[in-house]
């Protein structure tokens, strides 16, 4: 299945728009890491853990987990999770940094394997950095930096959830809503620095721009991945038993 995948991508590349590219190389990456013996399935199950870092839609909170604000030490493990010490973030870059290989950005970088180690490296560094700005300002804030699964019903009520709560999260009562000040310039402040170290006059707005526009896309797109994850895995449990 995932090599016929392949094929179709290969030969649809040069029409696919990046940004939908990148969402069709992280389906990919889940293909990919499938296998019959359940270890894809157990990162979709629900935990009583406050804190939980999936490999595709980051930090989440189970429905049966009550939202309670995160400690200092919570937020730094976390944090250390998201950026380090979970593979998700590695597949991500990865995802992103052959998007970047195929539209050769930048060209300076060439289009061999020295390129994309050096795309790799750059998307890397941005998605750390962005991490970190995000947590340091959620800290500051006293926002809550997880996704918490819809405590309703309804599949139309579940999406819409999730499409808010990649613009405003909830305040140290976690139950006041306010926008999402952290994770956007985050986003913004990332995509900026990340226009340091590439090569030629590539300008520090327009990056951070388009940070911010990819945080738009691809959080929403994780958001709602994050929400059906427990259906979806019972799904591929039975397909793969």
């Known amino acids: 299945m995932c090599h016929g995948f392949w094929l179709l991508l290969r030969a649809t590349l040069p029409v696919i728009p990046v940004r939908l590219m990148v969402a069709l190389l992280l389906l990919s990456v889940c293909c ?35 939202l309670k604000a995160l400690t200092g030490h919570q937020r730094m493990q976390l944090y250390f999770r998201q950026t380090y010490a979970t ?19 930048p ?36 926002y809550e930096p997880r996704y918490d699964r819809c405590r309703c019903s309804g ?3 579940r999406v819409g959830h999730a499409l808010l709560r990649n613009f405003v999260t909830y305040n140290s009562t976690e139950r006041d809503k306010r926008p999402q000040i952290a ?5 913004m402040g990332a995509g900026m620095i990340e226009s ?46």
Request: hydrophobic residues 35%.
């Open 196 to 241: 340091t170290w590439k090569p030629g006059a590539e300008d520090p707005w327009r990056s951070g721009y388009q940070s911010v526009l990819t945080q738009v896309a691809f959080g929403s797109f994780a958001n709602v991945v994050g929400e059906f994850a427990p259906g979806i895995g019972k799904i591929l449990k039975r397909k793969w038993k």
């Open 183 to 187: 994770l956007y310039l985050g986003a």
């Open 32 to 66: 990919a890491g499938q296998d019959s013996s359940d270890n894809a399935i157990k990162s979709t199950e629900i935990k009583s853990s406050p804190i939980n870092v999936n490999w595709l839609y980051g930090a989440y909170l189970p429905r049966n987990v009550e």
């Open 87 to 105: 593979w998700g973030i590695y597949a991500k870059t990865a995802a992103f940094s052959l998007a970047d290989q195929a539209d050769n950005s």
């Open 107 to 142: 060209p300076e970088w060439g289009d061999g394997a020295d390129g994309f180690g050096k795309r790799f490296g750059s998307r890397y560094g941005q998605f750390a950095i962005q991490n970190t700005l995000s947590s340091t300002g959620n800290y500051l804030l006293g």
């Open 155 to 157: 599949g139309w009520r």
